[in-house]
């Protein structure tokens, strides 16, 4: 053994002690922060059972109102209304935060698992040599540095989502209070305007009442822990093409539907959600395919649009430049999870994307 590769031996041994000493101090950061986050969990969900309980009362107090409105008090209708906002606005925020939180809970296990899996296999005597190093340090390097990228896109998009519901809900839920300010005023000057204003007040809360559904349903449908992946895509495929008008969705299932591992189908969901999204925001296409088939071992699919294509390498290697680690970051979790992952696609002819994914 020459000196060079002595030496780029002892500075691989060396570099790979250091990513272990940073991964253990990493892993009991985020132990505590899971701890934290699990505190604020029951608090919160406290919190939010108290104010379901209030809104209930609240809203057959409206019911009541209504029925009676010609003849209650200007005051107590007033006060009615005011309450019903302030709980209802409340209520949004402390069930947001909740699920918030819940995701937050669940990178950071998935993270702290991969952490833990890195530094058991540095001590176990298998990849471990006679002097203490590990026989392959640039094996786990390359695991740290997948698991990187993976929370770094999911950071990518919990910021996107952050900003869609900055200028969509938030922004709306803005609109709903002044409006409510604008008829709380006409109950003294003008009671016939007031009642004119109150229907549009509530069309407004319904609209964004459904936006609010769409942005939950797209953070974490609650059908997907009660029914399983394929009624989900179903769905999603469903709302998703009637927001994306031009846009003809189609999904083809092949196979008998059964429930899968939850983070098989969470990862799938999550994988086809992604490309879809990309579809619409980037391919200018008018129709996608999505094609899936269940089978005894594994579940395979296969995504095709005829928008205007790609260069797969080219796209591959610029994406960490430009921290859009949107493809890497969907090969990464595929190939953790033992499944394979491929795009085939070109400048003009549209885009093919086939996965599968191990069932048992």
């Given at each position: ?191 016939s305007r007031a009642r004119n204003e109150l ?162």
């Amino acid at each position: 053994m020459d000196e060079q590769t002595i030496n780029e031996e002892a500075n691989s041994q060396a570099t790979f002690a250091q990513v272990i000493e940073e991964a253990e101090t990493e892993y009991q950061q985020i132990q505590n922060e899971m701890r934290e986050i699990s505190m604020l969990i029951r608090q919160s969900t406290d919190e939010v059972e108290n104010l379901s309980q209030r809104n209930a009362q609240i809203s057959n107090r409206l019911r009541i109102m209504e029925s009676n409105i010609d003849t209650m008090p200007r005051e107590d209708i007033q006060e009615i209304y005011r309450a019903a906002q302030d709980t209802q606005s409340r209520l949004f925020m402390m069930r947001g935060q909740v699920e918030q939180l819940q995701g937050k809970q669940q990178y950071l296990e998935r993270y702290a698992n991969h952490l833990k899996h890195i530094i058991d296999s540095y001590y176990q005597r298998e990849d471990v040599s006679e002097s203490g190093l590990p026989v392959n340090p640039g094996a786990n390097i390359t695991a740290a540095s997948s698991m990187m990228n993976i929370i770094n896109a999911q950071e990518q998009e919990r910021l996107h989502l952050s900003r869609q519901l900055h200028d969509g809900p938030a922004q709306s839920l803005t609109n709903l209070i002044l409006q409510a300010e604008i008829v709380e005023r006409l109950f003294d000057k003008d009671p016939s305007r007031a009642r004119n204003e109150l229907i549009t007040l509530k069309d407004a809360v319904n609209e964004t009442f459904q936006k609010i559904r769409e942005y939950i349903f797209q953070l974490r449908p609650m059908m997907l822990d009660d029914l399983g992946v394929i009624p989900t895509l179903k769905q999603y495929v469903q709302e998703f093409e009637n927001t994306h008008e031009n846009l003809a969705c189609k999904l083809l299932v092949a196979g008998a539907e059964r429930r899968l591992p939850a983070h098989i189908e969470v990862t799938l969901f999550r994988v086809i959600q992604a490309l879809l999204n990309n579809v619409a925001d980037h391919a200018h296409a008018t129709e996608v395919n999505i094609n899936i088939e269940l089978q005894r071992d594994r579940i395979s699919a296969t995504i095709t649009d005829n928008g205007d294509g790609f260069d797969v390498e080219e796209a591959i290697a610029e994406a960490p430049k430009q921290k859009h680690m949107g493809i890497i970051s969907m090969q990464e979790q595929i190939t953790m999870l033992r499944g394979e992952i491929a795009f085939d696609s070109g400048i003009g002819r549209g885009t093919t994307v086939s996965l599968w994914l191990p069932t048992e």
